[in-house]
């Protein structure tokens, strides 16, 4: 007589976990076969922004349908080219659903502290690097922003804001910090949204293609987005006079359309853009002009920091690669092992 197997408290818990997915795949399909004779045919979109299980889909005639989204679709964000269905009878209310997104171009991500890796925006030509001059002008976090825009290949565009406060010989001296930007091939502008300066070469820029504003809280992304479209009133809010940072305004991403062409994203506020998800060698390579200098270091597995025969401290000390964007790096390196959470 066979002796019967005893099954453990975890072969017996997996079993049930297995019965219950078994059970919700089914019921899903069935569900699924219902809907399928509420909706029409499937047709193309555009995500203009995304709410929870929910999103605001643009149809190709330019109607905006509030829609579901299918449980099968793991991430959907705003600029996301989407395969989408009309309900046969809207309410006003969720009139449509989502059944898949279509391959992406690009994709930006923002490091959450809880969450791991967030995509913010999706199918993005160019990135709006907004700085403003107060409290102070942060090259080190307008460097976090090029590795982030290097590493997910999106051409950047450095916009300093709130040039109105600054003096002739002020941005003039401001104008020479960013040289070294220009020289490495990034463009600047020094713009103001109140006495509209720089915001006609700005507009040449966002007017082809998908742009994505992105900066800290108080840089005044808001109040370009109202000078770039007015009537559009998006909230603002002014720098804090005790701490020097920004409220956030912006809670989620929101694709707009430009009246002379272009589409322009504006993102939400972060007060740091942190990059421990990234390697130190993609950090490296995230700035450009260490690149020609990668693999003539005497060790194959320098850390270009302290060791000798170092190429890349080579390049700095002959003037090759600037003091202050080598010093920037550093402090990204050391950042990156502070600010990555245990738990990742």
Excluded at 63 to 87: E, F, H, P, Y
Excluded at 193 to 220: C, D, P, R
Aim: one cysteine or more; a neutral charge.
């Amino acid at each position: 007589m066979t002796k019967k197997k005893h099954l453990t408290q975890r072969q017996k818990q997996r079993i049930s976990d297995n019965a219950e997915k078994r059970l919700r795949q089914h019921k899903n399909k069935q569900l699924e076969s219902v809907d399928d004779d509420a909706f029409a045919g499937a047709e193309t979109g555009l995500i203009l922004s995304r709410f929870g299980q929910h999103a605001d889909v643009e149809a190709s005639d330019g109607q905006v349908v509030r829609c579901n989204m299918r449980r099968s679709i793991a991430s959907l964000v705003t600029g996301d080219k989407v395969i989408w269905r009309r309900a046969l009878q809207p309410t006003g209310g969720i009139d449509g659903v989502i059944d898949a997104v279509e391959s992406r171009s690009s994709v930006l991500l923002r490091p959450d502290f809880y969450d791991g890796l967030k995509p913010v925006a999706a199918n993005i030509d160019l990135m709006i690097i907004v700085s403003a001059i107060l409290p102070t002008l942060s090259l080190n976090i307008i460097d976090r922003y090029l590795v982030a825009a290097e590493i997910t290949g999106i051409k950047p565009l450095l916009v300093i804001n709130k040039i109105d406060l600054l003096t002739t010989d002020e941005q003039a001296a401001i104008a020479r910090k960013l040289a070294i930007y220009q020289n490495l091939g990034y463009p600047y502008l020094l713009v103001s949204a109140k006495t509209n300066q720089g915001m006609t070469e700005l507009l040449a820029y966002i007017q082809s293609g998908t742009s994505i504003f992105v900066g800290q809280s108080g840089v005044g992304k808001s109040s370009l987005m109202n000078t770039l479209m007015p009537g559009l009133d998006v909230q603002t809010q002014d720098v804090s006079t005790n701490s020097g940072l920004g409220q956030h305004t912006t809670t989620v991403s929101r694709l707009y359309h430009l009246a002379d062409g272009g589409n322009l994203i504006d993102s939400p506020g972060i007060r740091e853009f942190a990059l421990w998800h990234l390697t130190a060698e993609e950090v490296t390579r995230g700035f450009n002009e260490f690149i020609p200098w990668l693999g003539r270091c005497k060790f194959r597995d320098c850390k270009h920091i302290s060791d000798p025969g170092c190429a890349i401290q080579h390049a700095v000390e002959i003037g090759q690669i600037s003091a202050e964007r080598y010093d920037s790096y550093l402090k990204i390196l050391v950042s990156m092992a502070q600010d990555k959470p245990n738990h990742f």
